[in-house]
């Protein structure tokens, strides 16, 4: 089974910065999608960032100029850097993949979760 390992939630007060990380426990051969979604208490899962195949990055809305995406190819890894968070940042952050992985052919596939808390 494939992993995607989140890192790099916390604590940060409004206007800070953080930066997730996600990595895959597997080679990937190619991503349909690959990104970050989050979901605040009592609210839907949204996107919030992602890597479309033949495609510039999807971002939501609400965190255009403040947040980006990044990858490393050669580390299965995804990361999120978010500057100038405010409280409606806060949220538990998704990885999600969707994609072709070494020995285990197409699939899709979330991460654990981790907890971005934005309060002074």
């Known amino acids: 089974q494939v992993h995607l390992v989140e890192s790099g939630g916390g604590l940060v007060q409004p206007g800070g910065s953080l930066r997730l990380s996600c990595a895959a426990s597997?080679?990937?051969?190619?991503?349909?999608?690959m990104g970050w979604y989050r979901q605040a208490p009592g609210k839907e899962r949204e996107l919030v960032a992602a890597f479309v195949s033949g495609g510039t990055p999807n971002f939501a809305d609400s965190v255009l100029g403040r947040f980006t995406i990044s990858r490393d190819n050669a580390k299965n890894t995804v990361y999120l850097q978010m500057n100038r968070l405010n409280p409606e940042d806060t949220a538990v952050y998704y990885c999600y993949l969707n994609g072709l992985v070494a020995g285990y052919g197409a699939l899709e596939v979330w991460g654990q979760g981790t907890l971005v808390t934005v309060s002074s």
């Open positions: 597997a080679r990937i051969f190619s991503a349909n999608s």
